[in-house]
């Protein structure tokens, strides 16, 4: 053998450690990935993703709470009242413009059916649930919700009015199976 | 450690291991260290924070045993402990005011630190390592809070993950929730994880501590009168003058500790938390732990929810920096005129933050009238939280420079020997 040339030319050895260097990097995350993964929602509890709701026996100006992924969701009977201020509402007013209609989903004549608000029950500040009570004016400033946690005062349409929540309640994805029950979890096939 | 030991084996046994594993000179440069020998009380919470350090541990891996972490079970499993597992009355207590106790100690500890410049060079990153050891105590006490899966626990745990719900959802807000979730809100899979969770932190808090405590033996403690040692005659060894100190203050700070664990071991909590949890009904009035109160008020004192989160967030990592605020060459405030009423308003700025951090935002401090509906007017606690936030980061951003710059000093003794013997003429 003879004796190494000092070169600045790319010697088998440095392609041993970059390509060593270069595995290793690689190895480690495919190891750290699972690790990680692991943490994230499983299939079970994905598996119970959609929930069906029967709305016949609601009473008008009342709401009811069904069970979602652990969450509660709000379905409100609107009075004719409510949503005509819902609709009157000038949204420039608003932190998340959005107008009544918008947050509807039409039932299986494919009209609105604004009378049903459906919204899942969770402050969008810092995930409490609002209170609602149509009688003692438990439901905030604006006839619809108020967050106890925080002072987040949300309109009968689920739309922040004022406090500290950056968004609207949100709608979950749902849609009319029949003129009386619900899937929420799940947006109609178009 | 720092140069030489004052460890001279004497028997054929010690020899041998001392030439082979030197672990008992680590423990006698460890406890024989020179220290000052003018430390006051304050300088005893160190130790009170070891003792109460082990006695979580103690208590926590005894708790563990008969605790399940199952939605179902923990709350239940939680009473159990306290009605028929064998001294199980006294021992979940011992954990659960021992964690308040103990962040009474830290808190001492930090107000301490910052009074007499113990965060100044050369001791910066004993401070930083502090620091990391009170974010751990943070996260282990929050998770902690949470195991017994009552309205308070599930509560907090909803509140304090939505924080990260804070970062919006195109920037992987959601994402990070639903895996710190390990669902769609906090459920079984939260409550397990943070079990694991919690037994695993305080094993990092005594790496960090033992950290710590090695960073400490570099430049020995610092003092009241913030001057470095000079001299042999400066100092004291720690051991047997510091070690019987410390274990005075201990008995002192255990018979507190006892008080509130034999007479008033629910005085720390929250009567909710003896609801067990109900992910479909928030409690009225949901307060953390007294001893967030202050950082709950900071993040309610925003009206905007990622600023309000940045914010509180923001409070503890400016006291990361303090090393290189309060940029003063003096150490002690003790000779610092100005820098020590700004101290003691800071103080009350904290307590006053916790008191309005245990409020509703919209209660009144005092009344100065009323409306037209004959509702009372005046200071609100989320308009008295705002006051205090813009002084807690006045006090490290603006009023510390300043003063650095500005604040005439008081003169210092000659020594630490003068100041504890008053043979100098120039203490004040």
């Known amino acids: ?190 | 450690m720092s140069g030489q030991s004052n460890y001279n084996p004497k028997t054929g046994i010690e020899k041998w291991l001392d030439a082979r594993l030197p672990i008992i000179r680590l423990g006698v440069d460890t406890m024989i260290f020179p220290s000052p020998r003018n430390l006051n009380y304050w300088w005893t919470f160190g130790a009170i924070l070891a003792v109460m350090l082990v006695s979580q541990l103690i208590t926590g891996i005894i708790l563990a045993m008969h605790y399940i972490p199952h939605p179902d079970m923990a709350f239940d499993s939680v009473q159990h402990i306290n009605r028929d597992i064998n001294f199980g009355w006294m021992l979940q207590p011992m954990h659960a005011v021992g964690a308040s106790m103990m962040f009474l100690a830290v808190y001492i500890h930090m107000f301490r630190g910052i009074y007499y410049g113990s965060h100044k060079n050369p001791r910066e990153m004993i401070w930083i390592v502090g620091m990391v050891i009170y974010l751990l105590m943070m996260a282990t006490g929050f998770m902690g809070y949470v195991l017994p899966w009552g309205q308070m626990s599930i509560w907090g745990a909803i509140v304090i993950t939505n924080l990260f719900s804070a970062i919006p959802p195109e920037a992987a807000g959601t994402a990070v929730t639903q895996w710190l979730w390990g669902g769609f809100t906090v459920d079984g899979p939260t409550l397990n994880r943070f079990f694991s969770l919690h037994y695993l932190l305080p094993f990092l808090i005594v790496a960090m501590v033992a950290l710590h405590i090695w960073a400490l033996h570099i430049p020995s403690n610092n003092n009241p009168t913030g001057i470095s040692i000079k001299t042999k005659a400066d100092t004291l060894n720690f051991h047997p003058y510091y070690t019987v100190k410390d274990a005075f203050a201990i008995a002192v700070f255990l018979m507190i500790f006892s008080y509130f664990l034999f007479f008033k071991p629910d005085s720390m909590g929250h009567p909710d938390n003896f609801i067990p949890a109900n992910p479909y009904s928030t409690p009225a009035h949901i307060v953390p732990e007294w001893y967030y109160l202050p950082f709950y008020a900071i993040l309610r004192a925003v009206p905007d929810k990622l600023m309000g989160v940045i914010t509180m967030f923001a409070s503890i990592g400016v006291l990361f920096i303090l090393p290189w605020l309060d940029i003063s060459k003096v150490r002690s405030m003790r000779y610092r005129p100005l820098a020590k009423q700004f101290f003691f308003l800071f103080v009350l700025a904290c307590l006053g933050l916790g008191w309005a951090g245990a409020k509703l935002p919209s209660d009144l401090v005092f009344a100065t009238g009323v409306d037209a509906d004959g509702h009372a007017v005046g200071l609100t606690f989320v308009w008295m939280s705002r006051l205090l936030t813009v002084y807690y980061f006045a006090f490290f951003l603006v009023i510390l420079p300043l003063l650095g710059l500005l604040e005439k000093p008081k003169p210092r003794p000659a020594s630490i020997e003068a100041s504890v013997l008053g043979t100098d003429k120039g203490e004040v």
Request: hydrophobic share 35%; net charge negative; aromatic share 8%.
């Open chain 1, 1 to 190: 053998m003879s004796t190494p040339v000092e070169s600045d030319e790319p010697t088998r050895r440095d392609f041993i450690h970059i390509a060593t260097g270069a595995a290793l990097v690689a190895g480690v995350g495919f190891y750290a990935w699972p690790l990680v993964d692991q943490m994230n929602p499983s299939a079970d509890t994905l598996s119970l993703a959609t929930v069906e709701f029967d709305i016949s026996s609601l009473e008008e100006g009342a709401q009811v709470v069904a069970k979602w992924r652990g969450k509660p969701v709000f379905i409100r009977y609107r009075t004719a009242t409510e949503i005509a201020e819902a609709e009157a509402l000038d949204i420039s007013v608003l932190k998340d413009k959005q107008t009544d209609s918008e947050r509807l989903v039409p039932g299986p004549d494919g009209k609105l059916k604004p009378q049903f608000l459906v919204a899942v029950g969770i402050c969008t500040h810092l995930g409490c649930v609002p209170l609602f009570d149509p009688k003692d004016s438990k439901g905030g400033e604006y006839g619809g919700w108020f967050c106890p946690c925080h002072g987040s005062h949300y309109d009968n349409s689920g739309r922040i009015r004022k406090g500290p929540a950056p968004t609207n309640l949100v709608i979950p994805p749902y849609w009319y199976m029949t003129d009386t029950v619900i899937q929420i979890g799940k947006e109609a096939l178009v």
